[in-house]
């Protein structure tokens, strides 16, 4: 490779490292951003004034730099340089979203899609929407830089394909993005709900500015997890990294459907901790049982926890140690500074968020855990349709330059 080559890679390269952090950091003073790139102030200054130029970023104001009384011009994203489709397809459900250059969300809408329904009905479905969405909003197609689109595992990311995701019966090595490139006439992406949720929240949510963040999403039956490691999803072979359901937590525990015993999903799913309340009531004399101790919901479990109930007391401090042993796990192998806990369980049970955060917390080793966040997500249901607009900006932000850049 000529020099030449050399150093227009290189040009290319730091004006993306450039326009992704003023995407992630926005509003940010250019003196602070040369403290995040590692790029010289010159770098910087040169790169930052080609994209204001091309109307990619903007100008937002001065901030005071410390430097003899010279203010920082401070920048930010155009909201307007381009816009990105993000799709979250899962069991039953299909849920798009329509966002700007910032990730704000222009329109979002969920509809039914049953699981029964073809790859071809799929395509017709989000063809709809997309043109629904862009004449709403009255945007060009031209000037929408991609799609993302969060579906279920197992998947081949690099190739686009849905391998065979359950529950979609007749969905066998589903091409999905190819597809929906040659429908929709722009480019697309995929990768796995979680991987996205934990990119929405290092984009958009409470983990910007983290380097390194680990999300869990926690449903009443199945846990997921997705790790960004260096701002960037980490895949592992066969796109298979973060599966922290199928993390081992009690070796002579309940079989899963996995085949394995003793599993996280199946130690804390809600079944098997309804059942567990009933049996220690049910055993227990002189203790104040609900009246109905055989209709009890994972919802009561947790507000009689946090009332003091010492039954469902022990069944939440038992479910939050589950989930510590397999965060300590994920904190020994890749030290993440923040750990973001998603999904129905965590939003019906601070509780069980402050208990997990204890225990990481007064783990001896490593002895940085005791400043590693553990935090609700703060992004909602929206969080997977964020990531996907959040991959769609990463993977495809190179065509945001202009053509002599
Ligand atoms: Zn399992």
Not at 303 to 308: A, I, Q
Not at 330 to 336: K, R
């Given at each position: 490779m000529n020099d030449g080559i050399?150093?227009?890679v290189m040009k290319v390269n730091n004006a993306l490292l450039v326009l992704e952090t003023i995407m992630r950091r926005g509003p940010i003073a250019r003196n602070e951003l040369t403290g995040l790139v590692g790029l010289t102030q010159v770098s910087v200054i040169n790169v930052t004034n080609a994209l204001l130029e091309a109307g990619i970023i903007v100008e937002v104001g001065r901030a005071n730099s410390g430097n003899q009384g010279r203010r920082s011009m401070v920048v930010d994203i155009n909201e307007h340089a381009f816009y990105c489709f993000g799709m979250e397809l899962s069991v039953g459900k299909l849920v798009c979203g329509l966002g700007d250059a910032r990730g704000r969300l222009l329109q979002f809408e969920e509809i039914k899609f049953p699981s029964r329904s073809s790859a071809e009905m799929l395509l017709d479905k989000v063809d709809e929407l997309v043109e629904e969405f862009l004449k709403n909003n009255q945007i060009d197609k031209r000037r929408i830089l991609g799609m993302g689109i969060a579906v279920p595992g197992p998947l081949d990311v690099q190739e686009g394909i849905m391998i065979n995701p359950p529950n979609f019966p007749g969905w066998k090595n589903v091409p999905i993005r190819r597809m929906l490139e040659e429908r929709l006439g722009f480019r697309v992406c995929l990768d796995k709900e979680t991987n996205l949720a934990a990119l929405a929240e290092s984009f958009y949510g409470v983990s910007v500015g983290y380097k390194t963040s680990f999300f869990m999403s926690l449903f009443r039956l199945g846990i997921g997890g997705g790790l960004v490691a260096e701002n960037n999803i980490f895949h592992g072979f066969c796109d298979g990294a973060g599966e922290v359901g199928h993390m081992t937590v009690e070796s002579s525990g309940r079989k899963c459907g996995c085949g394995n015993y003793g599993c996280l999903e199946t130690m804390i799913a809600e079944d098997y901790l309804i059942e567990q309340v009933r049996h220690l009531y049910k055993i227990g004399v002189e203790i104040e049982r609900?009246?109905?101790i055989d209709?009890?919901?994972l919802e009561e479990i947790f507000?009689?926890?946090?009332?003091?109930d010492d039954v469902c007391e022990d069944v939440v401090k038992q479910t939050a140690v589950y989930i510590s042993i397999a965060i300590g796990n994920?904190?020994?192998?890749?030290?993440?500074e923040m750990i973001v806990l998603g999904g129905p369980l965590p939003e019906m049970s601070t509780q069980l968020v402050e208990l997990v955060a204890d225990r990481i917390h007064s783990k001896k080793y490593p002895s940085h855990c005791k400043d590693i966040k553990i935090v609700k997500s703060v992004l909602g249901p929206q969080v997977y349709?964020?990531?996907a607009i959040a991959l769609a900006?990463?993977?495809f932000l190179s065509y945001v330059l202009p053509e002599n850049f």
């Open positions: 050399n150093s227009k609900p009246e109905d209709g009890i919901t507000e009689r926890s946090s009332n003091g994920i904190v020994n192998l890749f030290s993440p349709v964020k990531g900006e990463k993977t």
